[in-house]
């Protein structure tokens, strides 16, 4: 088991308990309210498992992005290159 999968596992467990526990940040016997901390609890787990879910498929948007703006620059250069040479009757 990679320790990658501990960090949401670990947010689960203490938003779960967060959510069950008596005590709270605001008392829920205040409407609306009082469950807003709860909730934020239970979307922040959540978030930690689509952070951990989505995490490889980012990295991979995250470098074909990278080597298209090579390839872009590499193309740009090329083309500047040969303009530049066309200029000077090579």
Do not use: C, E, H, Q
């Not at 605001?26 to 989505?54: E, H, M, T």
């Amino acid at each position: 088991m990679s320790l990658l999968i501990l960090f949401p596992i670990l947010v689960s467990i203490l938003a779960g308990a967060y959510v069950l526990s008596p005590v709270d940040f605001i008392p829920d016997f205040i409407p609306v309210l009082g469950w807003s901390d709860d909730l934020l609890a239970v979307l922040i787990a959540i978030g930690s498992w689509l952070i951990y879910l989505a995490l490889p498929i980012l990295t991979v948007l995250i470098y074909g992005f990278i080597g298209m703006l090579i390839l872009v620059g590499l193309l740009y250069l090329i083309i500047w290159l040969t303009k530049y040479n066309k200029k000077l009757g090579r």
